[in-house]
């Protein structure tokens, strides 16, 4: 039977795992890179989740996780877009494992991550998506924004 339940910091292995696998997945990243994030991602995630800056979800079939996401919410300056709000929400880690696919678990997180940024009272959510994933956002009203990346080269 699946249940989906809140993620506790106890949790934090589980979601670096679904973390890496994602970006395995997408075929985005070194394995070098992968294994540094997912050590360095594994107590982040357990602070975050203390400090309630981080809300994740784990669904399970019987007791096996096997999906999970989570939504993190950040400071933020008032926008144009929410010009009274101090704090924003962004969506990550969005990952259902590959037996599991094609049976709404995504969208059920999302939804549940959406909920949440709506309980509590956060205008903004964003995220970033694989082009797999983008039709699974749009159902729910995301949309393309104008956001460009700068990043660091590594030194070595």
Not at 60 to 84: F, K, N, Q, T
Not at 105 to 133: F, I, K, M
Request: aromatic residues 8%.
């Amino acid at each position: 039977m699946l249940l989906t339940r809140a993620a506790s910091p106890a949790d934090a292995p589980l979601i670096a795992a679904h973390r890496k696998a994602m970006f395995v997945a997408m075929g985005r990243a070194s394995d070098s890179s992968l294994e540094t994030m997912t050590r360095n991602f594994e107590p982040w995630c357990t602070r975050m989740i203390a400090e309630a800056k981080y809300i994740g979800w784990v669904t399970e079939d019987d007791g096996r996780p096997i999906a999970s996401a989570g939504l993190l919410v950040l400071d933020w300056p008032p926008h144009p877009l929410d010009p009274y709000g101090e704090k924003r929400a962004y969506i990550l880690n969005v990952f259902v494992d590959p037996d599991y696919r094609r049976r709404g678990l995504a969208h059920a997180l999302v939804d549940q991550c959406v909920a949440e940024a709506h309980r509590l009272g956060l205008r903004v959510v964003s995220l970033h998506t694989s082009e797999e994933g983008r039709h699974l956002y749009e159902v729910f009203g995301f949309r393309i924004s104008n956001e460009m990346l700068y990043v660091e080269p590594d030194e070595g």
